[in-house]
């Protein structure tokens, strides 16, 4: 017993020893690795600051090195594991790192411009894939002709935006009335800048595009045409009772047409006036004689003053005291430029009266169907033929009811005075012209805009100085030939109107068109002259009875007879289709003789844009 209990005690305090030794190691293992990992995520965190990715959380177990966080791209990702490699071996990294989610790539703004000019069309622009440029193209080409096309369109494979298919037809069509121009075309907004020949097609342009603009579509137009050649220049100024009025008035400037209209406001002229800008002005001082003598009429009172080219003929009204008159007539001598002239007339006094009492006078009525009426005193048969034959170039000889007396006492220079009044009449729609030994009158409606401007230069060119003219003429929106076009609708209804009063008819199984119905074929063809830029289709149908394939063969060959029965009356048709529809749309029961009637029609139908372009990608399909 006792030598054993010497072993254990002896063996106790060695065993002891070799368990503290144990636990000193595996503390300094711990405290080791410890900082291993501290070590590691301050190097790692440091670099990654530098760099720029605060974004990235470091964590180390071990000699493992983990990288957690979300990327905001891909790249940022992989930059932050190499700037981690930089100071630990890339072996020892762990990527628990997330990339954020990319967001939807946004479609590109579309939009295409196109310019117009003599060396050809350019066509510029992103379009949606589906718009096809090859299809945007060939509907230019159609427009060009033989003209140049230069392709510069690039496509995007997204959804076309809302509306971009109704503004992109538009403005391709618009491209048939343009002249010159530029047309930029976007989802929202068709923008079109040109150059007119003139102001009168400047107006005509402006209006098919305003009423053919699709709903929804913005349209900016900004159409300008040269200032036309004004001869002779002219401008005259009234005060009379109803207060002060321009006749005509000419300027050579925007500053020169201000100033004039400055002092006629301040002679007592009021509301919306113009003065129409234009060229063949005789000095460029021709708004410091206007503006002088428009002060001299308004110190006199009342009275005229014309002015043709470098004449001035200064007027006064009867009452006018002969003092203030002529104190005026030589102040305003004074003041005109050097390369003017003046003549002044004062108060008249009565005009000459014949025997019986009654006035010399020549009177001209337009109806407003068009016949004119001519009554009064001529010189002799040879001024009668001479002024009749006049009246039938200008009114048409049909439409001449002369009534005229021969008088050899009328004043000198009677038939110019008449065929001066039956030229400015024939700017009136309706209206008459009377003619006196010193006053020509002109009243009457028409459809120029510029009627006025218009009689007042025939006139005061024309006629002997002095002359009194009385000019009471206006203009009417519902006379204008270009305001009085139809909407597409009204199209569309008058041309179904005209086949429905008398149907377009053909014999049985035919594809003439009986005699019968040619008036009607001729009064559609004189509507679609006012309706060239309505894209309309021609719609045959047929009743159910034969075959469906014959019945839609049929239809169609009815409707392109109709196509070639208004082209041969010389009407502009490339805004027609014509279409078969067959049997299948009847508007009334095949099973009964009048319904079987009712569904053998042509019918007109106006095609909207969206219509048009699926049509016109339809054929490209077939014709591939």
Same mark, same amino acid.
């Given at each position: 017993?006792?030598?054993?209990?010497?072993?254990?005690?002896?063996?106790?305090?060695?065993?002891?020893?070799?368990?503290?030794?144990?636990?000193?190691?595996?503390?300094?293992?711990?405290?080791?690795?410890?900082?291993?990992?501290?070590?590691?995520?301050?190097?790692?965190?440091?670099?990654?600051?530098?760099?720029?990715?605060?974004?990235?959380?470091?964590?180390?177990?071990?000699?493992?090195?983990?990288?957690?966080?979300?990327?905001?791209?891909?790249?940022?990702?992989?930059?932050?594991?190499?700037?981690?490699?930089?100071?630990?071996?890339?072996?020892?990294?762990?990527?628990?790192?997330?990339?954020?989610?990319?967001?939807?790539?946004?479609?590109?703004?579309?939009?295409?411009?196109?310019?117009?000019?003599?060396?050809?069309?350019?066509?510029?622009?992103?379009?949606?894939?589906?718009?096809?440029?090859?299809?945007?193209?060939?509907?230019?080409?159609?427009?060009?002709?033989?003209?140049?096309?230069?392709?510069?369109?690039?496509?995007?494979?997204?959804?076309?935006?809302?509306?971009?298919?109704?503004?992109?037809?538009?403005?391709?069509?618009?491209?048939?009335?343009?002249?010159?121009?530029?047309?930029?075309?976007?989802?929202?907004?068709?923008?079109?800048?040109?150059?007119?020949?003139?102001?009168?097609?400047?107006?005509?342009?402006?209006?098919?595009?305003?009423?053919?603009?699709?709903?929804?579509?913005?349209?900016?137009?900004?159409?300008?045409?040269?200032?036309?050649?004004?001869?002779?220049?002219?401008?005259?100024?009234?005060?009379?009772?109803?207060?002060?009025?321009?006749?005509?008035?000419?300027?050579?400037?925007?500053?020169?047409?201000?100033?004039?209209?400055?002092?006629?406001?301040?002679?007592?002229?009021?509301?919306?006036?113009?003065?129409?800008?234009?060229?063949?002005?005789?000095?460029?001082?021709?708004?410091?004689?206007?503006?002088?003598?428009?002060?001299?009429?308004?110190?006199?009172?009342?009275?005229?003053?014309?002015?043709?080219?470098?004449?001035?003929?200064?007027?006064?009204?009867?009452?006018?005291?002969?003092?203030?008159?002529?104190?005026?007539?030589?102040?305003?001598?004074?003041?005109?430029?050097?390369?003017?002239?003046?003549?002044?007339?004062?108060?008249?006094?009565?005009?000459?009266?014949?025997?019986?009492?009654?006035?010399?006078?020549?009177?001209?009525?337009?109806?407003?169907?068009?016949?004119?009426?001519?009554?009064?005193?001529?010189?002799?048969?040879?001024?009668?033929?001479?002024?009749?034959?006049?009246?039938?170039?200008?009114?048409?000889?049909?439409?001449?009811?002369?009534?005229?007396?021969?008088?050899?006492?009328?004043?000198?220079?009677?038939?110019?005075?008449?065929?001066? @009044? %039956?030229?400015? /009449? +024939?700017? *009136?729609?309706?209206?008459?012209?009377? =003619?006196?030994?010193?006053?020509? $009158?002109? &009243?009457?409606?028409?459809?120029?805009?510029?009627?006025?401007?218009?009689?007042?230069?025939?006139?005061?060119?024309?006629?002997?100085?002095?002359?009194?003219?009385?000019?009471?003429?206006?203009?009417?929106? @519902? %006379?204008?030939? /270009? +305001?009085? *076009?139809?909407?597409?609708?009204?199209? =569309?209804?008058?041309?179904?109107? $005209?086949? &429905?009063?008398?149907?377009?008819?053909?014999?049985?199984?035919?594809?003439?068109?009986?005699?019968?119905?040619?008036?009607?074929?001729?009064?559609?063809?004189?509507?679609?002259?006012?309706?060239?830029?309505?894209?309309?289709?021609?719609?045959?149908?047929?009743?159910?009875?034969?075959?469906?394939?014959?019945?839609?063969?049929?239809?169609?060959?009815?409707?392109?007879?109709?196509?070639?029965?208004?082209?041969?009356?010389?009407?502009?048709?490339?805004?027609?289709?014509?279409?078969?529809?067959?049997?299948?749309?009847?508007?009334?029961?095949?099973?009964?003789?009048?319904?079987?009637?009712?569904?053998?029609?042509?019918?007109?139908?106006?095609?909207?844009?969206?219509?048009?372009?699926?049509?016109?990608?339809?054929?490209?399909?077939?014709?591939?």
């Amino acid at each position: 017993m006792t030598g054993s209990t010497r072993s254990i005690r002896a063996f106790v305090p060695h065993a002891l020893a070799l368990v503290v030794a144990a636990a000193g190691s595996t503390g300094a293992a711990i405290w080791a690795k410890d900082q291993v990992e501290a070590r590691a995520v301050t190097d790692v965190g440091l670099v990654l600051s530098q760099t720029g990715q605060d974004w990235a959380e470091v964590r180390a177990d071990g000699l493992q090195v983990m990288l957690a966080g979300v990327a905001p791209d891909e790249a940022t990702r992989f930059a932050a594991l190499s700037s981690a490699g930089s100071v630990v071996d890339a072996s020892r990294i762990i990527d628990d790192m997330t990339v954020e989610a990319a967001a939807a790539i946004q479609a590109p703004e579309f939009s295409i411009e196109i310019l117009k000019n003599d060396d050809g069309i350019s066509v510029i622009g992103l379009v949606p894939a589906e718009s096809d440029p090859s299809t945007i193209l060939e509907r230019v080409r159609r427009v060009s002709g033989s003209a140049r096309i230069t392709d510069l369109i690039e496509s995007a494979d997204f959804a076309p935006p809302a509306g971009w298919e109704r503004a992109l037809a538009f403005g391709l069509d618009a491209l048939d009335v343009l002249p010159r121009s530029k047309t930029s075309i976007s989802a929202s907004r068709v923008a079109i800048t040109a150059v007119a020949p003139d102001p009168e097609e400047k107006r005509r342009i402006e209006r098919e595009l305003n009423r053919d603009a699709p709903q929804g579509v913005a349209l900016s137009l900004d159409i300008t045409a040269p200032r036309p050649v004004i001869a002779p220049f002219t401008l005259r100024f009234v005060i009379d009772e109803d207060g002060a009025r321009f006749d005509a008035c000419s300027a050579d400037t925007e500053a020169a047409r201000d100033q004039i209209l400055a002092y006629a406001i301040a002679a007592g002229l009021t509301g919306d006036v113009g003065c129409k800008l234009g060229l063949g002005t005789p000095t460029t001082q021709w708004a410091e004689a206007a503006t002088a003598s428009i002060a001299t009429l308004a110190e006199i009172g009342q009275g005229s003053v014309t002015m043709s080219n470098a004449e001035i003929s200064l007027v006064a009204a009867e009452g006018t005291p002969p003092g203030v008159f002529d104190e005026a007539v030589g102040a305003l001598e004074g003041q005109l430029p050097e390369v003017f002239a003046l003549t002044s007339y004062a108060p008249k006094p009565p005009e000459t009266e014949l025997e019986d009492g009654t006035l010399i006078e020549f009177t001209a009525t337009r109806s407003p169907e068009g016949q004119l009426q001519l009554r009064g005193r001529l010189g002799d048969e040879r001024e009668r033929g001479a002024i009749e034959a006049f009246a039938a170039a200008h009114f048409g000889a049909d439409n001449i009811v002369p009534a005229t007396l021969l008088d050899p006492d009328v004043p000198p220079g009677w038939a110019m005075r008449v065929l001066t @009044a %039956l030229e400015a /009449l +024939a700017l *009136l729609n309706n209206g008459a012209a009377n =003619v006196t030994e010193d006053t020509v $009158a002109l &009243n009457g409606v028409s459809g120029r805009v510029d009627v006025s401007d218009e009689v007042a230069r025939i006139l005061s060119s024309k006629l002997p100085g002095g002359t009194s003219l009385d000019i009471d003429v206006s203009y009417s929106e @519902a %006379l204008d030939p /270009l +305001a009085a *076009l139809p909407t597409p609708e009204e199209c =569309v209804q008058s041309i179904n109107a $005209a086949g &429905n009063k008398r149907k377009i008819t053909f014999a049985p199984s035919s594809t003439e068109i009986e005699a019968d119905a040619m008036a009607t074929v001729d009064l559609i063809a004189e509507l679609l002259r006012d309706c060239q830029t309505v894209k309309i289709e021609i719609g045959g149908h047929t009743d159910s009875q034969g075959r469906e394939s014959m019945n839609q063969q049929l239809s169609q060959a009815r409707a392109d007879a109709v196509l070639n029965a208004i082209m041969a009356r010389r009407v502009f048709t490339s805004n027609l289709t014509a279409k078969g529809y067959g049997e299948a749309e009847p508007i009334a029961d095949n099973g009964t003789e009048e319904g079987r009637e009712a569904n053998r029609r042509i019918e007109f139908r106006l095609v909207l844009p969206d219509e048009e372009e699926e049509t016109e990608i339809a054929e490209e399909e077939v014709s591939e």
